[in-house]
């Protein structure tokens, strides 16, 4: 059974620094996807930044040049940098996974009904 865990989050003053990391298991395909995204009271969640096995990588140009995404295979963990963070970064911040696909798969209109393996989120909080 696949089950992903996210843990880093917190309370930031803007322009602050937080990294949030996915620890993975169960997963056993050496080709694969994995996403962040995030989702503030009131709206949709929305993708904020994709790598898959293949080496591709994608961000929304809302964190582009301030987030960076990356994964460490030896600790199945997927990780989110988030630096010169904003007010309006605040949000529940999820994790997902799901097989090979286009890294921009996860920041395209509706990316998130593309990823089956979910977890069960972060709090990101930027105060002013």
């Known amino acids: 059974q696949v089950h992903l865990e996210e843990s880093g989050g917190g309370s930031v003053q803007a322009g602050g620094s937080l990294r949030l990391s996915c620890v993975i298991s169960?997963?056993?395909?050496?080709?694969?996807?994995m996403g962040w995204f995030r989702q503030a009271p009131g709206t949709e969640r929305e993708g904020v930044a994709g790598?898959?096995?293949?080496?591709?990588?994608a961000y929304a140009d809302s964190v582009k040049g301030r987030f960076t995404i990356s994964i460490d295979n030896a600790k199945n963990t997927l990780y989110l940098q988030m630096n010169s963070l904003k007010p309006e970064d605040t949000a529940m911040y999820y994790c997902a996974t799901e097989g090979l696909r286009p890294a921009s798969m996860v920041v395209a209109v509706n990316g998130r009904n593309a990823f089956g393996y979910w977890g069960q989120g972060a709090q990101v909080t930027v105060t002013s």
């Open positions: 790598i898959n096995s293949a080496g591709d990588i």
């Open positions: 169960g997963y056993s395909y050496s080709d694969y996807c």
